[in-house]
Nanobody, 119 residues
Framework: QVQLVESGGGLVQAGGSLRLSCAASGRTFSSSTMGWFRQAPGKDRQFVATISWNGISTQYADSVKGRFTTSRDNAKNTVYLQMNNLKPEDTALYSC????????????WGQGTQVTVSS
């Protein structure tokens, strides 16, 4: 089984920055698509960003374009989410997910790390 563990969340003022990390176990990481999602209390889970196996292709939700950047270090089995110019509406539990090659949906999910942005 693959395990994903997020870290780097915390409390930050509006306009500040955080970098989230997601460490993955196993040897499938370097050939897998990775995604970031978030969920605020009382709201549905939202797509945030995704990155291809080699880190070349990325996609972002409109709400975070220009502010968030995802990257990966396959030698460390780790994916990152750099979050700049944070806004109160970014407050949520952020989770990473792994999609095996050829799969239509994400196969593994982390437990999440809390990001709280104060005004």
């Amino acid at each position: 089984q693959v395990q994903l563990v997020e870290s780097g969340g915390g409390l930050v003022q509006a306009g500040g920055s955080l970098r989230l990390s997601c460490a993955a176990s196993g040897r499938t990481f370097s050939s897998s698509t990775m995604g970031w999602f978030r969920q605020a209390p009382g709201k549905d889970r939202q797509f945030v960003a995704t990155i291809s196996w080699n880190g070349i292709s990325t996609q972002y939700a409109d709400s975070v374009k220009g502010r968030f950047t995802t990257s990966r270090d396959n030698a460390k089995n780790t994916v990152y989410l750099q979050m700049n110019n944070l806004k109160p509406e970014d407050t949520a539990l952020y989770s990473c997910a792994l999609k095996l090659r050829g799969r239509a949906s994400y196969d593994y999910w982390g437990q999440g790390t809390q990001v709280t942005v104060s005004s």
